[in-house]
């Protein structure tokens, strides 16, 4: 594996740490002072236990992670140009992008 390879997550990875959120495993705090309703469209910048992810907000819905950092420093960026379905928002089931948003609203 390369040195690139090695220090990018994968949407999955991602997708796994917003998952534990919705199931109450993983504690996600705002960074910042503007709560998702004053955001209402842009970006989002939550931590979920040294995870730093940046979520769009598009007119209070939630639409898709822009960007990804690790605790351990690797990254994870949004390509507009990737297939769909490698976004980590767009891998959780409907029920746990509904969880989530509710969460990020409560925030």
Same mark, same amino acid.
């Given at each position: 594996m390369s040195e690139s390879t090695a220090a990018e997550l994968s949407a999955r990875e991602v997708c796994q740490v917003l998952r534990e959120v919705t #199931?109450?495993?993983r504690t996600m705090t705002r960074?910042?002072?503007?709560?998702?309703?004053?955001?209402?469209?842009?970006? #989002?910048?939550v931590d979920i236990d040294g995870w730093q992810i940046s979520i769009f907000n598009d007119c209070d819905t939630l639409d898709y992670c822009e960007e990804c950092i690790s605790p351990d420093g690797r990254r994870w960026s949004f390509n507009s140009g990737d297939r769909f379905g490698t976004d980590p928002v767009a891998l959780l089931s409907t029920w746990e992008h509904q969880t989530l948003e509710r969460l990020l609203k409560a925030l």
């Open positions: #199931f109450e495993r960074v910042g002072q503007q709560s998702w309703e004053k955001v209402y469209t842009g970006h #989002f910048l």
